[in-house]
């Protein structure tokens, strides 16, 4: 089961920049309002040209409405991540985690098997708003894949 609303971000190490990077994801979101999105993969065309870069030219107004920290999570190696950030300018922007083995994405039940398409299981497409480690609002593709109401211009509507 997908995790809910009112529920707690699960403790799941993710990583940033390298393997060495490792980021707790509960602990990152502690006593912090945010932004948590995934996509099924970093340099995939709807991703990079659309819910990626909506988020990092939309980090000032997500500012002003008292969010500290937007973070993109996709199931790739952190390299990877760390390369598509680069690549579209998120640094100081959005916290890019890798989550190498799908545990977070397992953990929180947005997991799909893309084994035909990208070679493995990876996470659904969602956004979600964090509140002191609290979901608050979650929006999920309807078809785990499409660029509807998890990009930032929804997210940022609903806060």
């Not at 997908?2 to 990152?28: C, H, M, R, T």
């Not at 912090?32 to 709807?46: E, H, M, N, R, Y």
């Not at 870069?53 to 107004?61: A, L, R, T």
């Amino acid at each position: 089961m997908s995790i809910q609303v009112g529920e707690k971000l699960p403790s799941v190490d993710l990583f940033e920049g390298s393997p060495k990077g490792s980021v707790d994801i509960a602990s990152l979101f502690a006593g912090k309002k945010g932004i948590l999105f995934a996509v099924p993969g970093a340099f995939t065309p709807g991703c990079s040209k659309t819910h990626l870069p909506g988020y990092v030219s939309d980090f000032e107004q997500f500012k002003t409405k008292g969010v500290e920290v937007i973070a993109c999570v996709s199931v790739n190696d952190p390299f990877v991540m760390a390369a598509w950030g680069e690549a579209h300018g998120a640094k100081d922007k959005v916290r890019m985690l890798a989550d190498t083995c799908a545990a977070f994405t397992k953990a929180v039940g947005m997991d799909f098997d893309a084994t035909p398409v990208l070679g493995n299981v990876r996470s659904k497409r969602y956004a979600m708003l964090i509140e002191d480690g609290t979901v608050k609002c979650i929006n999920v593709e309807p078809d785990g894949t499409g660029l509807t109401c998890s990009l930032s211009n929804s997210l940022l509507s609903q806060l």
